[in-house]
């Protein structure tokens, strides 16, 4: 029975979990097939598979070769993440598609939040602040009182440790920051376009693999 011989696959995107089920005859190409067809991804190019291996290091599932074929942790259900793997070399130009933005925007947020893309206290409140400005909107007053960033994630642990400042007078920082883009989702027509603005601050970062060691 061919159902006996099927794999289960957990995919994780950045904002996503994905099923699958393959054959062990199955390649990476065509499982990456299935996961872009499945979210509806047209610009594939910049993205790749990556897995824990044997010794619980982060690698590249090569495409051309049967996934079983590697050294894939042997896992059930086998756990896969679908990441950006290369930088654009015009974001503007090369980021086309919503999804897109999406995905390079989160996981930029969340390699800048683990240090993997290193990032200057400053840059980091302000991409900070633009990340609130995602996810709340403009600032108000009457609204976004103190306290109301005290359970963001928002800055690198190594940034907060560097500097002799308190929670409060971080979340001040920022909020003064998150004060000034008042209408930005307005004037930038909806989030995802401030998403890829805020990507645009940080894609001079001189590698062409992101974050590739995300584990």
Same mark, same amino acid.
């Given at each position: 029975n061919v159902f006996l011989w099927q794999i289960n696959v957990r995919v994780t995107t950045m904002d996503a979990e994905l099923e699958f089920a393959i054959l062990p005859s199955t390649t990476g190409k065509q499982l990456?097939?299935? &996961?872009?067809?499945? &979210?509806?991804?047209?610009e594939t190019w910049f993205f790749g598979l990556q897995y824990?291996?044997?010794?619980?290091?982060?690698?590249?599932?090569?495409?051309n070769k049967r996934v079983t074929a590697q050294d894939v942790k042997r896992d059930n259900p086998l756990l896969i993440k679908f990441r950006a793997k290369f930088?654009?070399?015009?974001?503007?130009?090369?980021? &086309?598609?919503?999804?897109?933005?999406?995905?390079?925007?989160?996981?930029?947020?969340?390699?800048?939040?683990?240090?993997d893309i290193y990032c200057p206290p400053e840059t980091?409140?302000?991409? %900070?602040?633009? %990340?609130v400005q995602v996810k709340q909107g403009d600032y108000r007053k009457d609204y976004h009182v103190s306290g109301?960033?005290?359970?963001?994630?928002?800055?690198?642990?190594?940034?907060?440790?560097?500097?002799k400042l308190n929670r409060n007078q971080w979340e001040e920082r920022i909020q003064v920051w998150h004060q000034e883009h008042k209408g930005l989702?307005?004037?930038?027509?909806?989030?995802?376009?401030?998403?890829?603005? &805020?990507y %645009?601050?940080? %894609?001079?970062?001189?590698?062409?693999?992101?974050c590739s060691s995300v584990s």
């Amino acid at each position: 029975n061919v159902f006996l011989w099927q794999i289960n696959v957990r995919v994780t995107t950045m904002d996503a979990e994905l099923e699958f089920a393959i054959l062990p005859s199955t390649t990476g190409k065509q499982l990456f097939d299935q &996961i872009v067809k499945t &979210i509806g991804l047209r610009e594939t190019w910049f993205f790749g598979l990556q897995y824990q291996d044997s010794k619980g290091f982060s690698t590249w599932l090569k495409l051309n070769k049967r996934v079983t074929a590697q050294d894939v942790k042997r896992d059930n259900p086998l756990l896969i993440k679908f990441r950006a793997k290369f930088y654009p070399e015009d974001v503007t130009d090369e980021l &086309i598609q919503e999804a897109t933005q999406r995905l390079f925007f989160l996981q930029v947020k969340e390699c800048i939040l683990n240090d993997d893309i290193y990032c200057p206290p400053e840059t980091a409140v302000l991409l %900070a602040s633009y %990340a609130v400005q995602v996810k709340q909107g403009d600032y108000r007053k009457d609204y976004h009182v103190s306290g109301y960033l005290a359970r963001e994630k928002l800055l690198p642990q190594r940034v907060l440790e560097q500097h002799k400042l308190n929670r409060n007078q971080w979340e001040e920082r920022i909020q003064v920051w998150h004060q000034e883009h008042k209408g930005l989702l307005r004037s930038l027509q909806d989030p995802l376009q401030t998403e890829k603005h &805020i990507y %645009a601050l940080h %894609a001079n970062t001189p590698t062409h693999f992101l974050c590739s060691s995300v584990s």
